[in-house]
């Protein structure tokens, strides 16, 4: 295999110089710095309406934390039942809360912005 073709040293360098460019790779298109552009640009369609969540997952966590983040006097909360206006970060495209604004893949998961009421028009 490949182990056999180098010493221990070299096969190290060779793991090492491959995680010094797959990392970087990884944390941008897979975590991180993904996240972190979906999150501002759910701030930027959403900005003046209110803004809930309706995912539980680790994406939608991770982008709802970094919306806190970047606006903590105002946390998300959950999408209330009698909402009639605004957006919700979602793991579906579900028609009940709203029509899609826009999908984010985050991962391997999807992410939604759907959005209700005058909202709909401001964040297309």
Known sequence: GIRDRFTG???RRV???SAAFLFPYYQSHYRGEHYLRAADAIMQKSK???LYTASDTASGLCVAGYIDAMRPADPLVWVPRDFSEGFVIAET???Q???IVA???LGGDE???LCRGAACAAGR
């Open 103 to 105: 999908r984010y893949t």
């Open 15 to 17: 793991l090492f110089r």
């Open 93 to 95: 495209a579900d028609a």
């Open 48 to 50: 003046g309406y209110p």
């Open 9 to 11: 040293l070299e096969f």
């Open 111 to 113: 992410l939604y912005l």
């Open 97 to 99: 809360l709203g029509a």
